[in-house]
């Protein structure tokens, strides 16, 4: 076949909202070497005897507030995304989608990839800046699923898109749909990481070329700190807003040796301090899921009104709009050129 397969991975989701299939997506999810990176013996103990027995009760709770009648919002999103980049691209193109955890399983994915021998795959995880613990879980797993292909086609990965301007533009395009200027205040929210896997992209010398603090990502660098602040930066750039306009946080915190400032600490802040009418981006998603609906929209709206705030607002994601069919299409047919 002539045709390429562009295979599109999203980070994945439970089959239902039901303990036991939530502890099974937990107990995958949270196995990857990659997510939890300490030594083997403590990330065992650590997850199968500690969190996943313990959070699978809570994370139920959550996922049922999620779910709605078509399902998970992330799924079906993603799935309506492939369907309409499908038509977009034609019939040179076969569009798959994966995810890493969950079903559709990339592994199965994969080897349907395999049986209809294309001539070039390329592999776009949709998280717009990269992370280890991300997109570098989809390539290592797809590195290691096609080492014993008999045949191997043109494998072209594309690792991050956090500063393009079709994903800037399909952002700011989302923002636009509300009055910002009526916002006292923007926050513009990315999942955080933990310390350690910041540090494990650079440190003493490097650290100081990355230039996190300045927003400045020199050329083949991947900090993923520095590609928050640039996405963010960029997104208020086009929607004409000025540095004391938004704050840069971290959500989805497991301990406080994670990124920060955390989210929910600076939602508190504000409200405490009078800002009453709050507006959040989540650019680190680019459909809505657990951590866009319910972690910042319903848990983090409770504390900012339990705190004197009057209303927050969280800017829908991506999901499957048009501007993010076109500018999925441009990100596609420009990078995988490269």
Known sequence: MEQTALLLVNLGTPDSPSLSDVRKYLFQFLNDRRVIDI??????????????????????????????EKGSPLLYHSESV????????????????????????????LREIEKQQFKKIIVLPVFPQYASATTGSVFELVMKEMKNWQKFPNLQ????FHEHPAFINAFAAQGRKYDVKKYDHVIFSFHGLPLSQISKLHNGANCKNCNCA???????????????????????????????????????????????????????????????????????????????????EYEYGELFHENGGEELQMVDSLNDTPEWIDGLEQIITELSEK
């Open 157 to 160: 990965l594309i690792s991050n």
């Open 214 to 296: 300045n927003q400045n990502i020199p050329e083949g660098k991947l900090c993923y700190k520095a590609a928050c602040y640039e996405t963010a930066r960029l997104i208020a750039a086009e929607l004409n807003l000025t540095p004391d306009d938004y704050t840069i946080s971290f959500q989805s915190r497991l301990s406080k040796n994670w990124m920060s400032p955390f989210t929910d600490k600076v939602l508190i802040e504000k409200a405490k301090s009078g800002t009453k009418k709050i507006l959040v981006f989540a650019p680190s998603f680019v459909a809505d899921c657990l951590e866009t609906k319910v972690e910042i």
């Open 82 to 109: 492939a369907e309409k980049i499908q038509e977009r691209l034609g019939s040179s193109y076969t569009v798959f989608n994966a995810m890493r955890y969950g079903k559709p399983d990339l592994k199965l994915v």
């Open 39 to 68: 030594p083997w013996v403590f990330q065992k103990a650590l997850v199968n005897l500690i969190i996943v027995p313990f959070r699978s009760f809570g994370s139920t709770k959550l996922y049922k507030r999620l779910w709605s």
